[in-house]
């Protein structure tokens, strides 16, 4: 397993952007397919994002599609997700997750190592 760290999380307008970040431990960080979900309170967890190892493989929710993007940079054991024009409907905690594995994958369950969150606030 590897321990994730995310940070960039805010505040934000409506129509605004944020970029989040999530920096891994350890070693082989190109061996692991990185997801990003969020979720509000009493809500089930919800995919964002995929990106696979090497970066050949991503996916998105039809909710963020050409708003969101998912990008690694395998040198620095991170991986990123570049929000822009932001809805409210995007507030949530935003969480990463890596898998060991070759392709993306966007099920929650498949995960298996999680990072604490970070909180997004959109505000209309």
């Known amino acids: 397993q590897v321990q994730l760290v995310e940070s960039g999380g805010g505040l934000v307008q409506a129509g605004g952007s944020l970029r989040l970040s999530c920096a891994a431990s350890?070693?082989?960080?190109?061996?692991?397919?990185m997801g990003w979900f969020r979720q509000n309170p009493g809500k089930e967890r919800e995919f964002v994002a995929a990106?696979?190892?090497?970066?050949?493989?991503?996916y998105y929710a039809d909710s963020v599609k050409g708003r969101f993007t998912i990008s690694r940079d395998n040198a620095k054991n991170t991986v990123y997700l570049q929000m822009n024009s932001l809805k409210p409907e995007d507030t949530a905690v935003y969480s990463c997750?890596?898998?060991?594995?070759?392709?993306?994958?966007?099920?929650?369950?498949?995960?298996?190592?999680w990072g604490q969150g970070t909180q997004v606030a959109v505000s209309s």
């Open positions: 990106i696979s190892g090497s970066g050949r493989y991503i």
């Open positions: 997750a890596a898998k060991r594995g070759i392709l993306g994958y966007t099920a929650a369950g498949e995960y298996d190592s």
């Open positions: 350890g070693r082989a960080f190109s061996n692991y397919a």
